[in-house]
Protein backbone atom coordinates (compact mmCIF):
# COMPACT_ATOMS: atom_id res chain seq x y z
CA UNK A 1 0.00 0.00 0.00
CA UNK A 2 1.17 3.43 -1.06
CA UNK A 3 2.26 5.65 2.15
CA UNK A 4 -0.25 8.26 3.27
CA UNK A 5 0.02 11.44 1.29
CA UNK A 6 1.06 9.25 -2.19
CA UNK A 7 -1.97 9.22 -4.09
CA UNK A 8 -5.47 10.60 -3.99
CA UNK A 9 -5.20 11.11 -0.38
CA UNK A 10 -5.23 14.39 1.41
CA UNK A 11 -7.42 15.90 3.65
CA UNK A 12 -10.05 13.40 3.68
CA UNK A 13 -8.15 10.62 3.74
CA UNK A 14 -6.77 11.23 7.26
CA UNK A 15 -9.65 11.55 9.95
CA UNK A 16 -8.54 7.86 11.65
CA UNK A 17 -9.26 9.13 15.28
CA UNK A 18 -8.76 11.22 18.21
CA UNK A 19 -4.64 11.37 17.25
CA UNK A 20 -6.21 12.83 13.98
CA UNK A 21 -8.26 15.21 15.48
CA UNK A 22 -5.18 16.75 17.70
CA UNK A 23 -3.50 16.92 14.13
CA UNK A 24 -6.01 19.10 12.97
CA UNK A 25 -6.35 21.72 15.89
CA UNK A 26 -2.98 21.66 16.01
CA UNK A 27 -2.65 22.70 12.39
CA UNK A 28 -5.63 25.08 12.86
CA UNK A 29 -3.99 26.79 16.10
CA UNK A 30 -0.55 27.26 13.70
CA UNK A 31 -2.46 28.58 10.94
CA UNK A 32 -4.39 30.76 12.83
CA UNK A 33 -0.93 32.28 14.44
CA UNK A 34 0.42 32.96 10.93
CA UNK A 35 -2.90 34.38 9.72
CA UNK A 36 -2.81 36.42 12.62
CA UNK A 37 0.87 37.52 12.43
CA UNK A 38 1.02 37.63 8.44
CA UNK A 39 -1.66 40.30 9.18
CA UNK A 40 -0.34 42.37 11.61
CA UNK A 41 2.86 42.05 10.60
CA UNK A 42 5.92 43.23 8.48
CA UNK A 43 8.32 41.50 6.61
CA UNK A 44 10.74 42.13 9.56
CA UNK A 45 8.40 40.61 11.81
CA UNK A 46 8.33 37.18 9.96
CA UNK A 47 9.53 33.93 12.06
CA UNK A 48 12.82 33.22 11.76
CA UNK A 49 13.28 29.95 9.28
CA UNK A 50 15.03 28.32 12.49
CA UNK A 51 11.39 28.00 13.90
CA UNK A 52 10.67 25.90 11.03
CA UNK A 53 13.43 23.76 10.76
CA UNK A 54 11.35 20.42 10.47
CA UNK A 55 10.05 22.02 7.01
CA UNK A 56 13.88 22.15 5.73
CA UNK A 57 13.97 19.26 3.30
CA UNK A 58 12.83 17.74 0.06
CA UNK A 59 9.30 16.46 -0.59
CA UNK A 60 7.23 14.49 -2.82
CA UNK A 61 4.02 16.29 -3.74
CA UNK A 62 1.04 14.85 -6.14
CA UNK A 63 -1.45 17.88 -7.44
CA UNK A 64 -4.86 16.72 -9.06
CA UNK A 65 -6.46 19.53 -11.13
CA UNK A 66 -9.71 18.79 -12.66
CA UNK A 67 -10.66 19.85 -16.44
CA UNK A 68 -14.03 19.02 -17.91
CA UNK A 69 -14.17 15.96 -15.88
CA UNK A 70 -10.78 14.92 -16.44
CA UNK A 71 -8.43 14.08 -13.54
CA UNK A 72 -4.68 15.52 -14.47
CA UNK A 73 -2.44 14.54 -12.07
CA UNK A 74 1.18 15.64 -11.95
CA UNK A 75 4.03 15.07 -9.58
CA UNK A 76 6.54 17.67 -8.13
CA UNK A 77 9.85 17.68 -5.85
CA UNK A 78 10.44 20.94 -3.43
CA UNK A 79 13.17 21.64 -1.43
CA UNK A 80 13.29 23.88 1.03
CA UNK A 81 17.01 24.58 2.54
CA UNK A 82 18.16 25.64 5.44
CA UNK A 83 19.24 28.89 3.94
CA UNK A 84 15.73 30.15 3.15
CA UNK A 85 15.65 28.97 -0.50
CA UNK A 86 13.56 26.90 -2.49
CA UNK A 87 13.59 24.80 -5.65
CA UNK A 88 10.72 23.09 -8.18
CA UNK A 89 11.07 20.52 -10.12
CA UNK A 90 7.60 19.19 -11.90
CA UNK A 91 6.65 16.29 -14.28
CA UNK A 92 4.75 18.91 -16.20
CA UNK A 93 7.65 21.17 -17.18
CA UNK A 94 7.90 20.00 -20.82
CA UNK A 95 4.15 21.28 -21.54
CA UNK A 96 1.12 19.59 -21.34
CA UNK A 97 -2.11 19.91 -21.93
CA UNK A 98 -1.54 23.37 -23.71
CA UNK A 99 0.33 25.26 -21.47
CA UNK A 100 4.31 26.41 -22.78
CA UNK A 101 6.98 23.82 -21.49
CA UNK A 102 8.79 25.71 -18.30
CA UNK A 103 12.35 25.90 -16.75
CA UNK A 104 12.80 23.87 -13.28
CA UNK A 105 11.95 27.38 -10.47
CA UNK A 106 13.66 28.61 -8.06
CA UNK A 107 13.19 31.20 -5.35
CA UNK A 108 12.75 31.73 -1.64
CA UNK A 109 10.53 30.22 1.67
CA UNK A 110 9.76 31.72 4.97
CA UNK A 111 8.53 30.74 8.03
CA UNK A 112 5.04 32.24 8.87
CA UNK A 113 4.14 29.49 11.81
CA UNK A 114 5.02 26.85 13.89
CA UNK A 115 3.96 25.14 16.94
CA UNK A 116 5.53 21.58 18.26
CA UNK A 117 6.30 19.59 15.01
CA UNK A 118 3.94 21.98 12.50
CA UNK A 119 4.98 24.42 10.35
CA UNK A 120 3.40 26.81 8.79
CA UNK A 121 5.17 28.28 5.44
CA UNK A 122 5.09 30.70 2.18
CA UNK A 123 7.11 30.18 -0.40
CA UNK A 124 7.53 31.80 -3.77
CA UNK A 125 8.93 30.39 -7.07
CA UNK A 126 9.87 31.92 -9.84
CA UNK A 127 10.40 29.98 -13.36
CA UNK A 128 10.68 30.90 -17.27
CA UNK A 129 8.48 29.53 -19.88
CA UNK A 130 9.40 28.79 -23.79
CA UNK A 131 7.94 29.96 -26.77
CA UNK A 132 5.19 27.43 -28.78
CA UNK A 133 3.58 28.29 -32.25
CA UNK A 134 0.32 28.34 -29.82
CA UNK A 135 1.91 30.95 -27.59
CA UNK A 136 5.06 32.18 -28.83
CA UNK A 137 6.06 34.83 -25.93
CA UNK A 138 8.14 33.38 -23.17
CA UNK A 139 7.13 34.76 -19.59
CA UNK A 140 7.83 34.54 -16.00
CA UNK A 141 5.95 32.06 -14.20
CA UNK A 142 5.79 33.01 -10.66
CA UNK A 143 4.33 30.20 -8.09
CA UNK A 144 2.87 31.32 -4.41
CA UNK A 145 2.79 28.52 -1.93
CA UNK A 146 1.32 28.12 0.98
CA UNK A 147 1.40 25.23 3.45
CA UNK A 148 1.54 23.49 6.23
CA UNK A 149 3.96 20.37 7.53
CA UNK A 150 3.22 17.71 10.02
CA UNK A 151 6.83 16.08 10.85
CA UNK A 152 4.58 13.87 13.11
CA UNK A 153 2.30 12.86 10.85
CA UNK A 154 4.97 13.24 7.73
CA UNK A 155 1.92 14.95 6.13
CA UNK A 156 2.68 17.95 3.69
CA UNK A 157 -0.31 20.12 2.29
CA UNK A 158 -0.65 22.86 0.03
CA UNK A 159 -2.49 25.47 -2.13
CA UNK A 160 -0.51 27.01 -4.79
CA UNK A 161 -1.22 30.14 -7.32
CA UNK A 162 0.35 30.65 -10.44
CA UNK A 163 0.33 33.94 -12.53
CA UNK A 164 2.44 35.54 -15.52
CA UNK A 165 4.17 38.07 -16.26
CA UNK A 166 6.07 38.77 -19.54
CA UNK A 167 9.46 37.83 -19.42
CA UNK A 168 10.96 41.21 -18.75
CA UNK A 169 8.09 41.67 -16.43
CA UNK A 170 7.97 42.36 -12.33
CA UNK A 171 6.76 39.20 -11.28
CA UNK A 172 6.20 41.38 -7.93
CA UNK A 173 4.44 43.85 -9.44
CA UNK A 174 0.36 42.47 -9.32
CA UNK A 175 -0.13 45.67 -12.43
CA UNK A 176 2.49 43.60 -14.62
CA UNK A 177 0.42 40.11 -13.87
CA UNK A 178 -1.31 38.91 -17.01
CA UNK A 179 -5.08 38.60 -16.17
CA UNK A 180 -5.86 35.06 -14.64
CA UNK A 181 -4.32 33.10 -12.66
CA UNK A 182 -4.38 28.74 -11.73
CA UNK A 183 -4.58 27.52 -8.44
CA UNK A 184 -4.06 23.86 -7.02
CA UNK A 185 -3.68 22.17 -4.39
CA UNK A 186 -0.68 19.51 -3.43
CA UNK A 187 -0.19 16.80 -0.82
CA UNK A 188 3.12 14.93 -0.31
CA UNK A 189 5.35 13.70 1.85
CA UNK A 190 8.94 14.38 2.89
CA UNK A 191 11.50 12.12 0.94
CA UNK A 192 14.30 10.39 3.00
CA UNK A 193 17.11 8.74 2.22
CA UNK A 194 16.64 4.91 2.10
CA UNK A 195 18.53 2.02 3.74
CA UNK B 1 26.54 16.58 -14.54
CA UNK B 2 26.29 19.00 -11.46
CA UNK B 3 25.42 17.97 -8.21
CA UNK B 4 24.78 20.16 -5.26
CA UNK B 5 24.62 18.68 -2.05
CA UNK B 6 23.28 21.40 0.76
CA UNK B 7 24.03 21.85 4.57
CA UNK B 8 20.56 20.97 5.43
CA UNK B 9 20.62 17.59 3.44
CA UNK B 10 18.32 18.66 0.20
CA UNK B 11 20.35 17.50 -3.16
CA UNK B 12 20.52 18.96 -6.65
CA UNK B 13 21.29 17.52 -9.78
CA UNK B 14 21.99 18.85 -13.36
CA UNK B 15 22.26 16.67 -16.61
CA UNK B 16 23.94 17.26 -19.91
CA UNK B 17 21.76 14.71 -21.50
CA UNK B 18 18.58 16.15 -20.14
CA UNK B 19 17.54 16.96 -23.52
CA UNK B 20 17.43 13.38 -24.44
CA UNK B 21 19.74 11.36 -25.76
CA UNK B 22 21.13 8.26 -27.29
CA UNK B 23 16.77 7.15 -27.22
CA UNK B 24 16.38 8.02 -23.87
CA UNK B 25 13.52 10.21 -23.34
CA UNK B 26 14.38 13.86 -22.19
CA UNK B 27 14.38 14.72 -18.11
CA UNK B 28 13.69 17.29 -15.48
CA UNK B 29 16.71 18.77 -13.32
CA UNK B 30 16.54 16.01 -10.25
CA UNK B 31 16.24 17.00 -6.63
CA UNK B 32 16.41 15.08 -3.38
CA UNK B 33 18.07 14.29 -0.26
CA UNK B 34 21.32 13.18 1.10
CA UNK B 35 22.89 11.71 4.03
CA UNK B 36 26.41 11.24 5.82
CA UNK B 37 27.87 7.51 5.91
CA UNK B 38 30.85 8.49 7.28
CA UNK B 39 33.47 11.12 7.32
CA UNK B 40 37.51 10.53 8.76
CA UNK B 41 40.69 12.86 7.91
CA UNK B 42 38.49 14.95 5.22
CA UNK B 43 37.41 12.38 3.46
CA UNK B 44 34.07 10.35 3.40
CA UNK B 45 31.21 8.98 1.90
CA UNK B 46 27.39 10.06 1.15
CA UNK B 47 24.92 8.41 -0.35
CA UNK B 48 22.47 10.71 -1.93
CA UNK B 49 18.81 9.75 -3.97
CA UNK B 50 17.47 11.97 -6.66
CA UNK B 51 13.91 12.15 -8.43
CA UNK B 52 12.87 13.47 -11.88
CA UNK B 53 10.79 12.53 -14.37
CA UNK B 54 10.89 12.61 -17.80
CA UNK B 55 8.70 13.24 -20.52
CA UNK B 56 6.50 11.43 -23.62
CA UNK B 57 8.16 10.98 -27.07
CA UNK B 58 7.06 9.53 -29.95
CA UNK B 59 8.45 6.65 -29.36
CA UNK B 60 8.30 5.90 -25.60
CA UNK B 61 5.02 8.06 -24.88
CA UNK B 62 4.40 7.30 -21.02
CA UNK B 63 5.89 9.77 -18.99
CA UNK B 64 8.15 8.33 -15.94
CA UNK B 65 9.74 9.11 -12.31
CA UNK B 66 13.00 8.27 -12.23
CA UNK B 67 14.96 7.39 -9.33
CA UNK B 68 18.65 7.80 -8.93
CA UNK B 69 20.52 6.53 -5.89
CA UNK B 70 24.66 7.87 -5.52
CA UNK B 71 26.91 6.58 -3.52
CA UNK B 72 29.95 8.53 -3.21
CA UNK B 73 33.24 8.85 -1.58
CA UNK B 74 34.81 12.30 -1.38
CA UNK B 75 38.18 14.04 -0.79
CA UNK B 76 38.26 17.40 0.67
CA UNK B 77 41.98 18.09 -0.03
CA UNK B 78 42.05 16.78 -3.47
CA UNK B 79 38.44 18.05 -3.67
CA UNK B 80 37.77 14.90 -5.68
CA UNK B 81 34.71 12.58 -6.04
CA UNK B 82 33.81 9.50 -7.17
CA UNK B 83 30.69 7.17 -7.11
CA UNK B 84 28.67 4.84 -8.49
CA UNK B 85 24.86 5.64 -9.47
CA UNK B 86 22.46 3.24 -10.45
CA UNK B 87 18.97 4.61 -12.29
CA UNK B 88 15.35 2.77 -11.87
CA UNK B 89 12.61 4.52 -14.26
CA UNK B 90 8.71 3.89 -13.29
CA UNK B 91 5.51 5.04 -14.15
CA UNK B 92 4.67 8.89 -13.00
CA UNK B 93 2.77 7.74 -10.18
CA UNK B 94 5.01 4.91 -8.54
CA UNK B 95 6.01 5.22 -4.57
CA UNK B 96 9.77 5.85 -5.13
CA UNK B 97 10.65 3.51 -2.11
CA UNK B 98 8.74 0.69 -4.18
CA UNK B 99 11.59 -0.53 -5.82
CA UNK B 100 9.99 -3.76 -7.12
CA UNK B 101 7.91 -1.57 -9.38
CA UNK B 102 10.85 0.14 -11.01
CA UNK B 103 11.95 -1.35 -14.34
CA UNK B 104 15.62 -3.18 -14.60
CA UNK B 105 18.49 -0.77 -12.80
CA UNK B 106 21.34 0.65 -14.91
CA UNK B 107 23.87 1.62 -13.57
CA UNK B 108 27.35 3.55 -13.99
CA UNK B 109 30.32 5.11 -12.29
CA UNK B 110 31.40 8.86 -11.93
CA UNK B 111 34.38 10.93 -10.72
CA UNK B 112 34.33 15.01 -10.40
CA UNK B 113 35.74 17.36 -8.68
CA UNK B 114 34.31 19.64 -6.48
CA UNK B 115 33.48 23.59 -7.67
CA UNK B 116 34.82 26.55 -6.28
CA UNK B 117 36.23 29.84 -6.71
CA UNK B 118 39.52 29.16 -6.36
CA UNK B 119 41.64 25.50 -7.17
Known amino acids: ?195 | MLLTLTVGGNALFTDSAQSGIYGYQPFTDAQCVWECLGEADGSGKVRVMLLDFTSSTAREPEAKIARMDFEAHYNMESGEITGDAILRLAPLTVDPYDVENFNAPRDYSFSGSRLGFSR
Request: hydrophobic share 40%; proline share 4%.
Open chain 1, 1 to 195: MSPPGFFGGGIGVWFDGRREMTRIFKLAAVLFASVTATSAATAQDDLDLSACIDAVGSYLLLRVEEDDGEERLGRMVLSLTNGGHAFLTDSAQVGLYGQQPFTGGGGAWKCIGAEDGFAAIKAVIIDFTFSTPHDPQAKIKRLDLEATYDARQDVFEGKAVVRHTPLSGNPFDAVQMEDGKDEFSVTGRRITVPD
